[in-house]
């Protein structure tokens, strides 16, 4: 019985029904915390779970037009804290932050990328079944496609060419975009 344990069906069962269990707390949270967010003029970005057995942390993390202080998630934590206790949602060894996503953070959903257009970014997506990356500032969005302006640098061979670099705008579908993050320029 062991074998099929560790070999059969057993162990991706537990994997997707905790897969299917986590995604299903992110929702109820999700749904519990949203008004209080936008009575805060607040935006829901992500709700993570991290940690192990003994040390888990639930993280909501928010987004302000004008940034996210420490302050501000002082704020929010102390309101959504009773939120979370009174609908039992997190056991006794869970602990709670809340955070600004970062400026590091892959842009994943919709609303990442509205709220960082003009930003230059590194995305990665799907071209013709064929893998890409490019970099370029988000010019604009729309349900279902982002378009980025790329700028063509010259290569080091061209140097001497007298030919300024070139843009060019690309239409990358939401769908098929692997992975994006925003570009720091120091």
């Known amino acids: 019985m062991a074998g099929i344990i560790k070999s059969g069906i057993l162990l991706p069962l537990f994997c997707f029904l905790g897969t299917v269990f986590t995604q299903s707390l992110k929702e109820s ?3 519990l915390v949203l008004p209080v967010l936008q009575t805060e003029e607040v935006e829901l970005v992500d709700v993570e779970f991290e940690g192990e057995p003994n040390g888990k942390t639930l993280r909501i993390l928010v987004h302000k037009n004008r940034g996210v202080s420490a ?3 002082r704020h929010i934590a102390k309101i959504i804290q009773p939120i979370l206790s009174v609908h039992q949602l997190l056991a006794d ?3 709670f932050e809340v955070s600004s996503p970062g400026v590091d953070r892959p842009l994943i959903s919709h609303d990442d990328f509205r709220r960082n257009q003009g930003q230059l970014i590194s995305v ?3 071209d013709q079944e064929k893998y890409r990356q490019s970099v370029g500032r988000i010019e604009s969005i729309t349900e279902t496609s982002v378009l980025i302006k790329v700028e063509d640098m010259k290569s080091k061979r061209q140097k001497k060419s007298p030919k300024k ?3 060019q705008l690309i239409e990358i579908e939401i769908a098929d975009i692997q992975s994006a993050q925003i570009e720091l320029v120091w």
């Open 165 to 167: 670099s070139q843009t």
């Open 71 to 73: 302050e501000d998630c």
């Open 124 to 126: 990665q997506y799907l």
């Open 93 to 95: 060894n869970w602990s």
């Open 29 to 31: 949270i999700s749904s």
